[in-house]
């Protein structure tokens, strides 16, 4: 994820560049061109003094439209934040999920098979399921260190659910939800996110605090991580793999580097010295 806006904000920085480069080669004009312009600006300001009342309606109209886009904008880029707001001071009430087979009371990784009914939102309902979702990435070291402390919460809250979701593979939810950072734990109640972790520290003493400030539950066990817990089935041991987006990055900022030198004069110095080396040999 984070190499692909890393890609993406190094191309349009290296247009950009490329754009002002051009820019600024282009010869001045001359005398004679500099005040046939002046004189063509002097005509073109009297134009303009002449319409611009009648452009006055027209302008205020667009600003009204580009208003409204803004704030449809701000709107949708604070529905989640909003989401968040309205439940910090009031506990929402998760549906006992009335679990038998032990290997439910293991962390889940994400599959949209099984796990669809997570993002799914019943209208006027108050108790619903909770979830608590794990946005992290196998190559991340703050991910692997906070593993054992996510492995352990299925053991505490059986009554809520614990996924895990590979922010690297699972990139739209990453747009969806707002996620920057990694690693970055949600609370979903009825689909919803209603709660963030903001701590600095993924421990399990952290996260217990996190669900009892949100839904009143108490873990049922004691709060200790085990040596299973590091076991998995979340890995406690970064994955070091070949980030081919970065790769590509770096190869298309030295491609860029190179064609805007050969843009700059010292560089036409250099060719133009070299063929008059060629010449007199």
């Known amino acids: 994820m984070n190499s692909k806006v890393c890609l993406i904000a190094l191309i349009v920085f290296c247009i950009s560049q490329v754009v002002l ?33 009648e452009s006055t309606g027209d302008i205020s109209e667009q600003s009204k439209d580009d208003n409204s886009t803004i704030s449809e904008v701000v709107e949708t880029n604070t529905t989640l934040e909003n989401s968040i707001k309205r439940n910090k001071t009031s506990k929402i009430t998760c549906l006992a999920l009335n679990r038998t087979d032990e290997t439910e009371f293991v962390l ?39 593993s054992p402390h996510f492995n352990a919460l299925p053991r505490l809250y059986p009554d809520i659910e614990c996924v895990a979701i590979n922010a690297a593979v699972h990139t739209n939810l990453n747009a969806r939800y707002g996620t920057i950072a990694l690693p970055t734990l949600f609370l979903f109640h009825n689909g919803i996110p209603v709660a963030k972790f903001n701590e600095s520290q993924y421990t399990l003493d952290k996260f217990t605090v996190f669900v009892k400030k949100y839904t009143g539950i108490d873990p049922t066990g004691s709060v200790n991580v085990t040596s299973l817990d590091f076991e998995g089935p979340l890995s406690n041991i970064p ?10 990055a770096w190869v298309f900022v030295v491609l860029c580097c190179c064609f805007g030198f050969t843009k700059l004069s010292v560089c036409h110095r250099m060719i133009e010295s070299l063929r008059d080396r060629k010449s007199v040999v």
Request: hydrophobic share 35%.
């Open 239 to 248: 994955i070091q793999e070949t980030d081919y987006y970065l790769w590509l």
């Open 21 to 53: 480069l051009e820019s600024t080669t282009v010869e001045e004009p001359t005398s004679d061109k500099k005040v046939s312009d002046e004189v063509a600006n002097e005509n073109q300001e009297s134009k303009s003094s002449e319409t611009e009342v």
């Open 108 to 146: 889940q990784f994400m599959n949209f098979t099984s796990h669809a009914n997570l993002f799914k939102t019943t209208a006027n309902l108050t108790v619903a399921n909770c979830a608590l979702i794990l946005f992290y990435a196998p190559w991340c070291h703050f991910s692997s260190a906070a």
